[in-house]
């Protein structure tokens, strides 16, 4: 397995060469993947809230029904068995990684058809337990997805992989989230003002059916090389292959660096995760409409994402996937002092778009290069764990520093406020730099012991 510096041991390709890694079979499957990857995400939190709200759930009710997301936190703990484990006769017809793929996306379609089935406002239960489902079965594609784009290319190529990712990603997102309310308004033409449920009913059945591009997608793609994993012997011994191996891989290979490693993936993302849970309350209170929010923000802003995922995977390619990650984390600070620029503006749109525009720019060519990095980390053998392992723990900080936002903008006010989230982003630059360098020094060391060097 290569150390974290393999993408920059690697010669520069040029670039006719790296933009044509775009039109490959294998990044063309992960757009598709990537789309069926990204439309379950906001069925369970975003529109079901609005859909919870229109239905006449009280808003408290619909802040702790968001905890369902929390199963993409925590996917790490059923990633072992993803990574390991069989799935008779899905694994004798499929292959492991499709197997699993293809059980985790009919799980989240039967749960999008009860979702689509059961009205809330005659009771929430149903709907909960459906919620579950969906956040369950997509958490698990998540798992087997990681795995299928690691174990389908080279690392240098990786980052591309996941720019078309991304991409897929980003549209399923914009289909979830703009389309489903599209689907919903075509359906009541003719009936009545107000909560519909068999509008939401045919606006997720539709959802459902949109997951058809995944399902496909798997069918239709060849496994990626099986590698032969040795048999446990015992019960005990498959638990330490299973649950524990996997981390100690990652210990040995990185001895000391591990946790300079752990410490980067923890951190990366912070000054977007915290920010970005007051974006959408300071936008109401800059006065902007729902109409430019959901054009600016959720149709145009994705859009912004995407160029920068293109550009990310590229530039990853090219001069490196460090450099990247490095620029990304300047983008990503930076562009948060943007927000503080348009507080002291209030209401004007022109100033929005740029805004937005920068910071899905950065945050597109960031999360490319994170992508890369984390895939560069992982073992083949453990690819699912591991870089499960990864894709949680970067989340579980920003997240739990975020919950105090509000309470930090109640007492200093939005400009403050972005400031603060782009200075939490200077140790990020920090240990970027550490970590570059620990690479480069490992690399050197490989290379001077290796006699084909």
């Not at 490959?24 to 069925?43: I, V």
């Not at 191996?245 to 990366?268: C, G, N, T, V």
């Not at 300047?330 to 740029?354: E, K, M, P, T």
Request: net charge positive; glycine share 8%.
């Amino acid at each position: 397995m290569s150390a974290p510096s393999a993408a920059e041991a690697t010669p520069a390709l040029p670039w006719r060469d790296a933009l044509k890694v775009y039109l490959e079979p294998a990044t063309l499957r992960m757009l598709a993947l990537g789309f069926s990857a990204g439309l379950p995400l906001l069925l369970v939190l975003g529109t079901l809230s609005f859909r919870l709200r229109e239905a006449g759930i009280d808003r408290a009710t619909i802040g702790f029904l968001s905890w369902v997301g929390l199963a993409y936190g925590f996917k790490w703990v059923w990633a072992p068995l993803v990574d390991r484990l069989p799935l008779p006769p899905l694994t004798t017809l499929l292959g492991r990684r499709r197997g699993w793929l293809l059980l985790a996306q009919m799980v989240v379609i039967v749960g999008l058809v009860g979702m689509a089935v059961n009205d809330p406002s005659a009771g929430l239960r149903p709907m909960i337990w459906c919620a579950l489902l969906v956040a369950f079965g997509s958490a698990t594609q998540d798992i087997a997805l990681d795995a299928f784009r690691i174990e389908s290319a080279e690392t240098r190529k990786q980052a591309a992989l996941a720019a078309a990712y991304q991409t897929g990603y980003r549209l399923a997102m914009i289909w979830a989230g703009a389309g489903v309310l599209w689907v919903a308004a075509w359906a009541e033409v003719g009936v009545a003002s107000g909560y519909q449920n068999g509008a939401w009913k045919t606006a997720y059945l539709v959802m459902a059916g949109s997951m058809a591009v995944g399902v496909l997608t798997v069918l239709l793609s060849p496994e990626p090389i099986r590698r032969v994993l040795p048999q446990p012997k015992n019960a005990a011994e498959w638990l330490q292959s299973v649950l524990i191996e996997p981390f100690a891989d990652f210990i040995r290979r990185y001895k000391w660096q591990a946790a300079l490693i752990l410490s980067l993936i923890a951190i990366y993302r912070i000054s977007d995760v915290v920010m970005g849970i007051m974006a959408n309350p300071f936008y109401v209170d800059m006065g902007f409409t729902k109409e430019e929010v959901a054009n600016v923000s959720k149709v145009f802003g994705v859009i912004m994402t995407l160029v920068g995922a293109f550009v990310g995977g590229v530039l990853s390619m090219r001069v490196g996937v460090m450099r990247v990650l490095m620029l990304g984390a300047v983008l990503s600070a930076a562009s948060n002092l943007l927000f503080a620029w348009l507080a002291g503006r209030g209401h004007d749109l022109h100033a929005l778009i740029a805004v937005v525009s920068a910071d899905n720019l950065a945050g597109g060519i960031a999360s490319a290069a994170f992508i890369a990095y984390l895939s560069s980390l992982t073992n083949v053998s453990y690819s699912a764990t591991q870089y499960a392992l990864f894709s949680s723990l970067m989340l579980l900080l920003p997240k739990f520093i975020a919950g105090y936002s509000g309470v930090f903008v109640n007492a200093y006010g939005y400009s403050t406020f972005f400031i603060a989230t782009a200075v939490l982003g200077v140790p990020v630059l920090v240990l970027v730099a550490l970590a570059s360098r620990a690479a480069r020094a490992q690399h050197a060391s490989t290379a001077s012991t290796d006699p084909n060097s």
